[in-house]
């Protein structure tokens, strides 16, 4: 393996490489399919992430952490699987569907926050983190900016939630991997999605400023007989949530 991507694998049955956000680990898979039947699940850590050491040489790119999830499934020897993820997570796995289509088969993008330009606007607010997170008075400057308060006002989940990339893992590297990716695209154009040639579950959610439900919907319309499948946000009913975001997912399974 050219990077020492950590990672875990559990479970029987259809195999699943289920990647997670950017600045979360392994963990926010496991979250998604607690008590999850049927599956191989395997979680890596990108690089910057969990347990997977942050590497200058490797910066942070969706090109990159698709490449080190493919090595994941070489060092499993496994031919092809089922790939999907949670924002970051269904970039990569799209990057994966159209660099490398012999390895997937079968898609399940969960609240995707890229589409095929840098900088999305809803992504914005984390520039800003990258921004300050390294003086000693940014935490408090972000807390009272007033993009953040706009989204503490509507959203009080989703600002705890943004918060937290003040204290991940590597948190000394959060403004690189912020930076890089934010400032990447995990495809070059809409068109290129047409491509794709295999069954694919997009699930998407209102009341999300991160993950807004018109790209779920904008992705749906891209790739030929897609699903897609609105679920509460996790920022209303994270339970609720949880349990819809399964079903579709079960549901979705038993059709391969």
């Known amino acids: 393996m050219k990077n020492a991507i950590n990672y875990t694998r559990s479970g029987s049955g259809k195999t699943l490489l289920f990647h997670h956000g950017l600045g979360a680990d392994h963990s926010q898979a496991h979250r998604l399919f607690e008590g999850f039947e049927g599956i191989d699940l395997i979680c890596p850590d990108a690089l910057g992430h ?19 999830v493919i090595d994941v499934l070489d060092i499993e020897k496994i031919e092809s699987c089922i ?15 159209l660099r490398f289509p012999e390895r997937v088969k ?70 690189e991997v912020l930076n890089h990716m934010v400032l990447d695209k995990p495809f070059d154009q809409m068109s290129d999605l047409a491509g794709i040639d295999i069954p694919t579950l997009i699930i998407g959610n209102d ?42 997912i079960s549901a979705f399974l038993n059709t391969l």
């Open 50 to 68: 969990g347990n997977s050491l942050y590497k200058e040489s490797t910066p942070p790119s969706f090109i990159q952490y698709s490449d080190d």
């Open 83 to 97: 790939f999907g993820g949670i924002s970051m997570g269904s970039g990569i796995s799209l990057n994966i569907a």
């Open 106 to 175: 079968a898609l399940i993008l969960v609240r995707p926050a890229w589409l095929d330009k840098i900088r999305p606007k809803n992504l914005e607010i984390l520039l800003s983190i990258a921004e300050v997170i390294n003086h000693p008075t940014g935490k408090t400057a972000f807390e009272n900016s007033e993009e953040f308060l706009e989204v503490k006002k509507d959203l009080p989940k989703a600002a705890a939630s943004i918060m937290g990339q003040f204290s991940r893992a590597q948190g000394s590297y959060t403004s």
């Open 207 to 248: 009341d999300d400023p991160l993950h807004p439900w018109e790209m779920a919907e904008a992705i749906h319309s891209a790739i030929p007989g897609s699903i897609l499948q609105k679920v509460v946000s996790r920022y209303i009913d994270d339970l609720q949530h949880k349990k819809e975001a399964q079903a579709a």
